[in-house]
């Protein structure tokens, strides 16, 4: 951008022609990664915010795929970020990674975390704990969500997402309950519901087809062999 024959009035207006900039091929958008690791494990992981804004590199097991929950982040009214336990009981918890995200998850540990086994996995621009208003500003969220065309997207819709997934591959309550860090069967199954809902729109189009062409069939038998029709 600094090279860039416009001058903006504000950072806003400079961020956007950025954003333009990037969707005709005019600028690198793959140069600043530090974010990328970070959407990936909330979305495959389904994680929440405060639980993946507090994880350390001990809590990330690359060489088995997984990832350990076991503490997590609440920003109170005053802005305070007090670290302490997970949601509830349930959400302390191993969760699998997906082998296909595990490439940018060691970019980042080699790249943007510090040595030290209790150094926070995903940061602020200072090196502390990521705050929303800090993701949002430098990541462009808003931005990169109007960008692919689902305006509105928030952080937590990440999560959603991967449950369901989880949802989809046909898993049990239980094992849904334990990946998502849910302690009642009511929120799993509200998943497992979803996905059922989907199959059955599936179901229904298939249908559509299978009646249209069922009918178009009996049309032609209508016609007696042999039939002669009038052109003209």
């Known amino acids: 951008m600094r090279t860039y024959s416009e001058v903006f009035p504000t950072r806003p207006e400079a961020e956007r022609a950025l954003w333009r900039m990037i969707d005709t091929g005019q600028a690198d958008c793959t140069h ?9 494990l909330a979305t495959f992981a389904s994680l ?3 639980e993946i804004t507090a994880l350390t590199r001990s809590d990330l ?7 350990r929950v076991r503490l997590a982040y609440v920003e109170r009214s005053t802005g305070e970020l007090v670290l302490g336990p997970p949601k509830s009981k349930a959400s302390k918890r191993i969760v699998g990674i997906p082998q296909a ?5 060691r970019e980042h540990l080699r790249l943007c975390v510090k040595p030290e086994a209790g150094a926070l996995i995903f940061t602020g621009i200072k090196g502390g704990p990521m705050r929303r208003s800090g993701f949002n500003k430098l990541s462009g969220w808003m931005e990169a969500v109007r960008a692919i065309g689902v305006p509105g997207l928030h952080f937590h819709d990440l999560r959603h997402t991967g449950n369901m997934i989880a949802a989809d591959s046909g898993a ?6 334990a990946r998502m860090g849910h302690d009642n069967v009511r929120a799993a199954m509200i998943y497992q519901h979803a996905v059922r809902g989907a199959d059955k729109l599936i179901t229904d189009a298939i249908d559509k087809h299978l009646i ?4 178009a069939r009996d049309d032609d038998e209508d016609d007696p ?3 002669l029709v009038p052109a003209g």
């Not at 995200?101 to 998850?105: K, V």
């Not at 249209?212 to 009918?215: I, M």
């Open 32 to 40: 600043d990664r530090r974010y990328r690791a970070f959407v990936l």
């Open 48 to 50: 929440r915010w405060g």
């Open 61 to 67: 097991d690359l060489d088995a795929g997984t990832v």
């Open 101 to 105: 995200i595990i490439p940018a998850l």
């Open 172 to 177: 049990g309550l239980k094992d849904l309950m």
């Open 212 to 215: 249209g062409h069922e009918r």
């Open 225 to 227: 062999p042999g039939l």
